[in-house]
T-cell receptor, first 110, second 114 residues
Framework: KQEVTQIPAALSVPEGENLVLNCSFTDSAIYNLQWFRQDPGKGLTSLLLIQSSQREQTSGRLNASLDKSSGRSTLYIAASQPGDSATYLCAVKDDYKLSFGAGTTVTVRA | DAEITQSPRHKITETGRQVTLACHQTWNHNNMFWYRQDLGHGLRLIHYSYGVQDTNKGEVSDGYSVSRSNTEDLPLTLESAASSQTSVYFC?????????????FGPGTRLLVL
């Protein structure tokens, strides 16, 4: 069974600092990995999707890397802003479903 | 703009009652999913569908059912609500094409079973 772990569970940084969020998974036989953002009381918003054949994806200040062989992905958020405060979840897709991590809750202090 | 909506957004019901949660998407996606989100368990897949008349069980499907009669809708039914089904329920949809599997989520339904 796929297990997805996100460390740390919570993170607090001053505005302007770069954020590094980690995700690890136990079974490397994945199709893709997706990073989501969830604001309190809201649904999930997709940030980036990385195919299993890719090493990284970028969108604006966000960059996600994938090392499938070691079962790791990292989400980098450059020059953090208070509006980046949210919970970030990673999810890996195997043959039919997404398996989610518990998330990292980020607070960016102004 | 295309979107995915859920109704109701909040629901209180009693143990033993049948409850149906609605999910409607205008993305014209073939794939639709139902998840529940609980503290300590994260998001878990309940049921999913890859197209009209297709439904499949996820990892926590006991006590739930779905039907897919058109592309846009995948209602989730709790046959006889139990307190353990108190949760936040999310519907999601995605395309089938490889490279386009991004899942788009609805705003969620908060269900309380008393």
């Amino acid at each position: 069974k796929q297990e997805v772990t996100q460390i740390p569970a919570a993170l607090s940084v001053p505005e302007g600092e770069n954020l590094v969020l980690n995700c690890s998974f136990t079974d490397s036989a994945i199709y893709n990995l997706q990073w989501f953002r969830q604001d309190p009381g809201k649904g999930l918003t997709s940030l980036l999707l990385i195919q299993s054949s890719q090493r990284e994806q970028t969108s604006g200040r966000l960059n996600a890397s994938l090392d499938k062989s070691s079962g790791r992905s990292t989400l980098y958020i450059a020059a953090s802003q208070p509006g980046d405060s949210a919970t970030y979840l990673c999810a890996v897709k195997d043959d039919y479903k997404l398996s989610f991590g518990a998330g990292t809750t980020v607070t960016v202090r102004a | 703009d295309a979107e995915i909506t859920q109704s109701p957004r909040h629901k209180i019901t009693e143990t033993g009652r049948q409850v149906t949660l609605a999910c409607h998407q205008t993305w014209n996606h073939n794939n639709m999913f139902w998840y529940r989100q609980d503290l300590g368990h994260g998001l878990r897949l309940i049921h999913y569908s890859y197209g009209v008349q297709d439904t499949n069980k996820g990892e926590v499907s006991d006590g739930y059912s779905v039907s897919r009669s058109n592309t846009e809708d995948l209602p989730l039914t709790l046959e006889s609500a139990a307190s353990s089904q108190t949760s936040v329920y999310f519907c999601a949809s995605s395309e089938s094409r490889r490279g386009q599997e991004t899942q788009y989520f609805g705003p969620g339904t908060r269900l309380l079973v008393l």
